[in-house]
């Protein structure tokens, strides 16, 4: 099938994370055997900072095509070429909620399906003030696709909400299992933590910092490396200078697939004191990788965390989570990392991404039909 997807997220120059997830998704179901096109849905500034109408992304043809969020002429601008270049699609998939705008009045021809991943959704208070009042009307367009799929049952609940008896499944992340799974550190008279992802409010790395002071009162020689970056490094670094943890938290940017996975494999534990996600990707990739978690509670991550190798945690406080990093590493001490790896499994790997996404593809023609 020629498969056209369209997103707002994916990887520019300047930000060569965003969106690498879509990129991943995209590869699977090309991997099937479809012929698949990314529409890029920009920013125009980030457009006209020289970026190509065409191009190629992890060997997908990708068109771009300016387009702000917040201005209804570029959307239906946007909406314009969208549906010209679905013409020529057998099925259409929209990645992203802020994909559907261009959609809002026509839809496609084609049979019509929708990806979410979207946090706001599940954490709408941390959103601007102004999509906060929109979004109760902006909601109702994941009622148009013919399937929706969500990245774990927590998000595909406020999709079912809208969509009623319209299908919304469930397709996860793809967070493949490291062939071979890191072995466990030997030496554990030091605690090595690491936490993965975005130096943001949300996933509070101020907690964890927090934490570690606490693991340091209880006698614990612990230290911390953040993985990631934001707004938040320099708040972190003073934390850790208020608190004389400054040679014991370590902050090393972004890093590619190798370095995170070479940074778990130092690691006793991974720690992620977020206030809400939808996948929670990098507790995924921990726990593939062997490693126990200890996270915040509020998501799709505990539809995955067997309680035998993580725990999830309700209340936000340094006291809570060093209980739990305890208790944690106290019942995961005689396990492996293969062991810890195997409570996932193949749950995330390309394969079943691929297929969960074909059967909404077959379930889309058959309801256009």
């Given at each position: 099938m020629r498969i056209l997807a369209v997103t707002t997220w994916l990887p520019t120059p300047g930000s060569p994370s965003t969106g690498a997830f879509v990129v991943r998704d995209a590869q699977a179901i090309a991997g099937l055997g479809h012929d698949v096109?990314?529409?890029?849905?920009?920013?125009?500034?980030?457009?006209a900072e020289g970026l190509a109408e065409r191009d190629t992304i992890g060997g997908l043809a990708v068109t771009r095509v300016p387009m702000g969020t917040a201005d209804p002429v570029q959307i239906a601008r946007a909406g314009r070429v969208v549906r010209g270049l679905a013409e020529h699609a057998d099925l259409v998939h929209t990645m992203a909620f802020s994909s559907l705008l261009p959609l809002a009045v026509r839809r496609p021809r084609a049979p019509w399906v929708h990806t979410e991943h979207w946090s706001g959704l599940t954490a709408p208070q941390t959103l601007p003030v102004s999509w906060q009042k929109a979004l109760p009307v902006l909601k109702r367009l994941l009622a148009r696709p013919d399937v929706a799929t969500a990245v774990c049952d927590y998000l595909a609940a406020p999709i079912r909400a809208v969509r009623g008896?319209?299908?919304t499944t469930v397709v996860p992340c793809i967070v493949p299992v490291p062939d071979p799974v890191p072995p466990r550190p030997a030496d554990d008279r030091r605690l090595r933590l690491v936490s993965i992802g975005g130096l943001i409010e949300r996933k509070d790395p101020l907690l964890a910092v927090d934490t570690l002071?606490?693991?340091l009162v209880r006698g614990h020689d612990a230290r911390l490396t953040?993985?990631?970056q934001g707004p938040l490094e320099d708040e972190i670094r003073e934390r850790a200078r208020i608190l004389d943890l400054t040679d014991?938290?370590?902050l090393t940017g972004s890093l590619d697939r190798d370095g995170v996975?070479?940074?778990?494999?130092r690691a006793h534990l991974f720690l992620g004191p977020t206030r809400g996600d939808n996948f929670f990707v990098s507790c995924?990739?921990?726990l593939v990788a062997g490693r126990p978690v200890v996270v915040g509670s509020t998501g799709g991550q505990g539809e995955y965390i067997d309680p035998a190798v993580g725990q999830t945690v309700p209340t936000q406080s340094a006291t809570a989570y060093a209980d739990a990093v305890e208790s944690v590493l106290e019942r995961t001490r005689g396990l492996t990392?293969?062991?810890?790896?195997?409570?996932v499994g193949q749950r995330f790997s390309v394969a079943a991404v691929a297929a969960g996404y074909q059967d909404a593809y077959d379930r889309a023609g058959r309801g256009r039909r």
């Open positions: 096109h990314l529409v890029h849905l920009v920013p125009p500034a980030q457009y008896a319209k299908l002071a606490e693991l953040f993985v990631g014991r938290v370590r996975l070479d940074q778990l494999g995924a990739e921990a990392a293969q062991q810890i790896s195997d409570t």
